[in-house]
């Protein structure tokens, strides 16, 4: 039987992160618990309203946050702060399916566009792997915000 599972961040900014990483997936945010969100309302909003009700100091207020699949078929995704910054090469990385089925020029030009996009979202380029069949298809490694690596893949 397989397991379902979160994939955590460590974060100095969990709201900042969850962001951006909702842009790069296609997620949202959830709303804080048995709140329904109307149409257009913010769920972040939500969220620093539902913690003031509680009495959450404003400055606690971004320890944490996730994002989740829309359509409840991939992992949910949760940010949680930490006080120590990124010191080396993170050991495990997500591979960002950017041109599945695609192969060549047009894998490659697919992964460039998807790049430019995440960048304008404060996503640094940090090298690209041109491809070498049968073992390789071709990549662009990346780094979010906060520094760590990821692949288009």
């Known amino acids: 039987m397989s397991r ?12 900042a992160l ?8 296609g997620y949202v945010h959830p709303g804080p618990p048995g ?10 909003a939500a ?7 509680l009495g959450v100091p404003a400055e606690q207020r971004n320890t944490r946050s996730a994002i989740e ?4 078929d991939g992992p949910r995704v949760f940010f949680q702060q930490v006080p120590e910054g990124k010191v ?7 591979d960002v399916r950017a041109a599945p089925g695609l192969q060549g020029e047009e894998r490659m030009t697919a992964l460039e566009a998807e790049c430019a996009r995440l960048v304008a979202l404060g996503a640094t380029r940090l090298r690209r792997f041109e491809p070498e069949p049968p073992m390789s ?3 662009i490694v990346m780094a979010d915000p906060e520094g760590n690596e990821f692949c288009l893949d």
Do not use: I, M, Y
Request: avoid cysteine; glycine fraction near 6%.
């Open 4 to 15: 379902q599972f979160q994939v955590t961040f460590d974060a100095a900014d969990p709201k």
């Open 47 to 53: 969220w620093d309203e539902f913690l003031a009700r």
């Open 69 to 72: 699949d829309p359509a409840g």
């Open 18 to 25: 969850s962001t951006f990483w909702r842009e790069v997936l």
């Open 88 to 94: 080396a090469k993170n050991r495990v990385h997500l």
């Open 137 to 139: 298809f071709g990549f």
């Open 35 to 44: 709140v329904e969100l109307a149409d257009g309302v913010d769920p972040l």
